[in-house]
């Protein structure tokens, strides 16, 4: 790939427009999915659940969530307008439990203590300010509430050709590190590795993720 077109791939993963976000989009939900199932999974939802999705994509993966549990309700936030208007055409059978709301990424539009369980998966490498963030998830994180944060690990993500553009990278300790200089404590940390497709082209590449549970 053209350092133009990694470019460009770089820009519509961090916020897919258009056309070409779409297609991005498609990929990304894909070569992902493993990440986002397993995430869905370590958050052990339970009936009558609240669940927020930040960064939810083309939100393909909706009936996987709403599936797990009785009287889930689920609300995804995105900065990118073209995922918004993607996810709720995809997902028009769930309107009466799903809603998709448009933000511009750095406060949550909802009011404290509002979800049982939240969970966000390749979106930390874009956060401007992340322990802001961090404290703004645990605002509207109830009590008792559960957040998963899945990455994949420096060590993995610096193979790639497109991070280099405005991808803020992270290893295990890291991450550690980030989490505990915001309210949130508790953390364990469990380690994923899979074979995928790479974005870029059609070689299979060994992904590193880490599936992070932090709890209020």
Same mark, same amino acid.
């Given at each position: 790939?053209?350092?133009?077109?990694?470019?460009?791939?770089?820009?519509?993963?961090?916020?897919?427009?258009?056309?070409?976000?779409?297609?991005?989009?498609?990929?990304?939900?894909?070569?992902?999915?493993?990440?986002?199932?397993?995430?869905?999974?370590?958050? &052990?939802? %339970?009936?009558?659940?609240?669940?927020? %999705?930040?960064?939810?994509?083309?939100?393909?993966?909706?009936?996987?969530? &709403?599936?797990?549990?009785?009287? &889930?309700?689920?609300?995804?936030?995105?900065?990118?307008?073209?995922? #918004?208007?993607?996810?709720?055409?995809?997902?028009?059978?769930?309107?009466?439990?799903?809603?998709?709301?448009? #933000? %511009?990424?750095?406060?949550?539009?909802?009011?404290?203590?509002?979800?049982?369980?939240?969970?966000?998966?390749?979106?930390?490498?874009?956060?401007?300010?992340?322990?802001?963030?961090?404290?703004?998830? #645990?605002?509207?994180?109830?009590?008792?509430? $559960?957040?998963?944060?899945?990455?994949?690990?420096?060590?993995?993500?610096?193979?790639?050709?497109?991070?280099?553009?405005?991808?803020?990278?992270?290893?295990?300790?890291?991450?550690?590190?980030?989490?505990?200089?915001?309210?949130?404590?508790?953390?364990?940390?469990?380690?994923? %590795?899979?074979?995928?497709?790479?974005?870029?082209?059609?070689? $299979?590449?060994?992904?590193?993720?880490?599936?992070?549970?932090?709890?209020?």
């Amino acid at each position: 790939m053209e350092k133009d077109e990694l470019k460009i791939l770089a820009q519509n993963l961090a916020n897919p427009q258009g056309e070409k976000g779409i297609e991005i989009a498609g990929m990304m939900n894909e070569t992902n999915i493993s990440m986002t199932l397993e995430s869905i999974k370590t958050l &052990l939802i %339970e009936d009558d659940e609240h669940i927020l %999705e930040i960064g939810h994509g083309n939100a393909g993966h909706l009936k996987n969530i &709403l599936n797990r549990a009785q009287n &889930l309700k689920y609300t995804g936030v995105d900065i990118s307008e073209t995922m #918004y208007n993607e996810a709720r055409k995809l997902n028009k059978d769930f309107e009466n439990q799903a809603e998709f709301v448009l #933000y %511009e990424g750095k406060k949550l539009p909802f009011e404290d203590k509002t979800f049982d369980k939240i969970f966000t998966v390749n979106t930390v490498y874009f956060w401007e300010e992340p322990v802001e963030f961090l404290n703004e998830i #645990y605002r509207v994180l109830k009590k008792d509430g $559960t957040f998963v944060l899945t990455f994949g690990q420096r060590k993995f993500m610096e193979t790639l050709p497109f991070t280099e553009y405005n991808f803020t990278m992270y290893s295990n300790s890291e991450m550690e590190q980030l989490v505990s200089k915001s309210h949130f404590k508790r953390m364990k940390i469990s380690e994923k %590795e899979e074979d995928i497709q790479s974005k870029s082209g059609n070689e $299979t590449i060994h992904r590193i993720y880490t599936v992070l549970t932090i709890k209020k």
